[in-house]
């Protein structure tokens, strides 16, 4: 199956660089298309759609940067393999935006594909966020942090959910409250040099979990210094005592930031360990 599964990736891959992938980029606001800093989804069609599922995708860079390539397109094709439908998001940063602007451009972003979710042939309770490093901060924020839209606005965008329907968290940032263990990077870019106490406790994500929040996939390794993997084994505890499905993989080996980790023999098995959660969940 692990072979298979490579196989696809790669085909998805080929056929990308042949220009038969190639994504649509739209503006999560359209009357914002003229600023630079807009925010957009990167859409990802397979080029066979097997599943009703679709996954909005969070880069990683500490919320100063966006690792579009190997924590975003490079996740969009092995979806797309798996013939789920990929949204790369592409939100704005620090040190120029601080929460909740983030998290807003995540919460459009899976606005955006829910209320359009016929247009793009999914469903809309089959809506996944995954993210690396502070992207996984977001998508644990997004997974803590949600509302069910309001009904009576004018913008039937903003009237459905944004909460996501399951989780994949890659290497995530979560805590900004443990110091042992806070990457401390990405709490500055995000709240700033001397944010609120309250807000800093708000934002460290595994004290924010509920019996809601969604059933969530993580992986990690025990090797990683700049986010330590207590990051997902706290998200993990917190999911436990909260009731919520959970599935956590730490590796012994292996760096911060190795994407879908290709390159590595023993780290490129954890995206079949992903595609089998996906699977045991329905999504494929």
């Known amino acids: 199956m692990r072979i298979m599964v490579l196989l696809l990736f ?7 660089q042949r220009g038969g ?19 957009t989804i990167s859409i990802y069609k397979p080029t ?5 599922a679709a996954i909005v995708i969070c880069p990683g860079g ?32 620090g040190p120029k935006y601080h929460h ?19 247009e793009f042939s999914i469903s809309p309770n089959r809506i996944g966020v995954i993210g690396s490093s502070a992207g996984g901060h977001l998508a644990s924020s997004a997974s803590t942090h949600f509302d069910s839209g309001q009904p ?16 994949v968290l890659v290497y995530p940032v979560v805590t900004f409250t443990d110091e042992p263990y806070v990457h401390k990077g990405s709490r500055r870019s995000l709240l700033g040099d001397n944010p609120d106490p309250e807000v800093v406790r708000l934002m460290s994500n595994e004290l924010q979990v509920t019996s809601q ?8 390794t025990s090797e ?9 084994v706290l998200y993990y505890l917190a999911l436990r005592k909260a009731g919520v499905a959970a599935e956590l993989h730490i590796y012994e080996k292996g760096p911060h930031g190795f994407g879908l980790g290709w390159s590595d023999i023993v780290l490129s098995s954890w995206p079949a360990r992903l595609a089998d959660w996906l699977r045991i969940r329905g999504l494929l």
């Open 224 to 232: 990683d210094k700049s986010v330590p993997p207590e990051n997902s």
């Open 62 to 93: 500490g919320y100063r940067a966006l690792a579009l390539d190997h924590e975003g397109e490079q996740y969009a094709h092995w979806f797309n393999s798996l013939g789920v439908t990929g949204f790369v998001l592409k939100y704005r940063l």
């Open 21 to 39: 992938a190639k994504p649509v980029v739209e503006h999560l606001w359209p009357s914002q298309s003229a600023d630079p800093d807009s925010p």
């Open 213 to 220: 929040t969604p059933p969530t996939f993580m992986v990690h």
């Open 10 to 16: 790669l085909t998805a891959i080929l056929s990308a």
């Open 100 to 118: 909740p602007v983030e998290l807003g451009d995540l919460q459009r972003a899976i606005r955006t594909v829910r209320a359009r979710a016929a």
């Open 152 to 167: 009576d606005t004018a913008d039937p965008i903003e009237r459905v959910s944004s909460r996501p329907d399951f989780a």
């Open 48 to 52: 066979r759609q097997t599943s009703s």
